[in-house]
């Protein structure tokens, strides 16, 4: 190899940031069960966020109490200190507090028909954390749903009615689908709060 090759090599090895896990963004979940079907939310966001390759992606143990949201003597310098343990550079907590279905009134002909529409329903919050710089990015409500497929009632405006009720595949497909939406926007919303770690920022 030619001396001029050599120094090439060694100055692209300076110059070039280098990507480690002191860059990499920690997710952690943590989901409310759903009563109506199985959820996966992190196993789709986990999908989503391998299209990553410029960072690591590191997940966090959803059962570790540290990172408990409701406790109130955890501090920023706290959630800092979890963080470098793993090397990463933001902390991403992504916490669902309610996954449901939900009967909403469409339209009505007085003391005739009543329609009713079929929600599939996420809420939760997403916060971020820059572990670096010990300050938080964001934190922001989540709310995804889907629509399930029209119910018509006919003669009694009664939202209990076993005939509004969605067969149990459908409600696995609505729960499907919504998981990917909820996915997909929070991905985004991952990508773009934590520029940080792509831009050397």
Same mark, same amino acid.
């Given at each position: 190899m030619?001396?001029?090759? +050599? %120094? ?13 896990? =002191?860059? =990499?963004?920690?997710?952690? %979940? ?21 299209? %990553?390759?410029? #960072? ?14 409701v ?10 200190? @979890?963080g470098?343990?793993?090397?990463? !550079? @933001?902390?991403?907590?992504? *916490? $669902?507090?309610? $996954?449901?279905?939900e009967? !909403? ?9 009543? /329609? @009713?529409? #079929?929600? &599939?329903?996420?809420? =939760?919050?997403?916060?971020? %954390?820059? #572990? ?6 964001? *934190?922001?409500?989540?709310t @995804?749903?889907?629509?399930?497929? +029209?119910?018509?009632?006919?003669f009694?405006?009664?939202e ?8 149990p ?7 499907r /689908?919504?998981?990917? !939406?909820?996915?997909?926007?929070i +991905?985004?919303?991952? /990508?773009?709060?934590?520029? &940080?770690?792509?831009?050397? =920022?």
């Open positions: 030619s001396r001029q090759v +050599c %120094i090439f090599i060694a100055a692209v090895l300076i110059v070039a940031p280098a990507v480690s896990a =002191g860059d =990499g963004i920690m997710v952690k %979940i943590t989901s409310a069960p759903c009563p109506w079907a199985d959820t996966h939310l992190e196993e789709v966001l986990g999908i989503d966020l391998s299209t %990553i390759t410029t #960072v690591p992606v590191i997940w966090l143990d959803s059962s570790d109490s540290l990172l408990s949201p406790d109130p003597q955890t501090t920023f310098s706290d959630l800092a200190a @979890y470098r343990r793993f090397g990463g !550079r @933001y902390l991403v907590e992504v *916490m $669902i507090d309610r $996954i449901d279905l009967k !909403r009134k469409k339209s009505v002909i007085p003391l005739l028909l009543f /329609r @009713y529409r #079929v929600y &599939g329903v996420m809420t =939760g919050t997403l916060r971020i %954390i820059d #572990v670096e710089k010990e300050r938080l990015v964001d *934190m922001q409500a989540l @995804y749903e889907i629509e399930a497929a +029209c119910q018509v009632q006919v009694d405006d009664d209990d009615d076993p005939a509004l009720l969605l067969p595949d459908d409600k696995m497909r609505l729960f /689908r919504l998981d990917e !939406r909820a996915a997909a926007g +991905c985004v919303e991952i /990508r773009k709060l934590t520029r &940080g770690a792509f831009l050397g =920022g």
